[in-house]
């Protein structure tokens, strides 16, 4: 059972460092237009407006992604405690 919770967490903990990972990737590259536009001044408020809405939008779907696996991880839990619990209660019959 400690092998089950061992990998549940790792699970958990690699997910959690991959959507942050790949957030800041996808924050670098999508901020990339916006770079460029912010060089015409005509253009540079609007394009950091628009930069930061983008950032905020994706930092919540990455943020989603997190709070999910977060939920996963607490089934988990529960379903191995549970799990535990039957096994302890035919150990004492």
Same mark, same amino acid.
């Not at 059972?1 to 942050?20: E, F, I, P």
């Not at 408020?45 to 996963?72: F, M």
């Given at each position: 059972?400690s092998r089950l919770r061992g990998l549940k967490?790792?699970?958990?903990?690699?997910?959690?460092?991959?959507?942050?990972?790949?957030?800041?990737?996808?924050?670098?590259?999508?901020?990339? @237009?916006?770079? #460029?536009?912010?060089?015409?001044? @005509?253009?540079?408020?609007?394009a950091k407006s628009a930069k930061a809405l983008?950032?905020?939008?994706?930092?919540?779907?990455?943020? !989603? !992604?997190r709070k999910v696996n977060d939920e996963v991880?607490?089934? #988990?839990?529960? !379903?191995?405690?549970? #799990?535990?619990?039957?096994?302890?209660?035919?150990?004492?019959?």
């Amino acid at each position: 059972m400690s092998r089950l919770r061992g990998l549940k967490d790792l699970v958990r903990d690699v997910v959690n460092k991959g959507a942050t990972s790949v957030e800041e990737i996808h924050k670098t590259i999508a901020a990339m @237009p916006f770079s #460029a536009l912010e060089k015409f001044g @005509p253009m540079e408020e609007s394009a950091k407006s628009a930069k930061a809405l983008q950032d905020r939008t994706i930092g919540a779907v990455y943020d !989603i !992604i997190r709070k999910v696996n977060d939920e996963v991880d607490k089934i #988990a839990t529960e !379903i191995l405690d549970k #799990a535990e619990d039957i096994k302890d209660d035919k150990e004492n019959y």
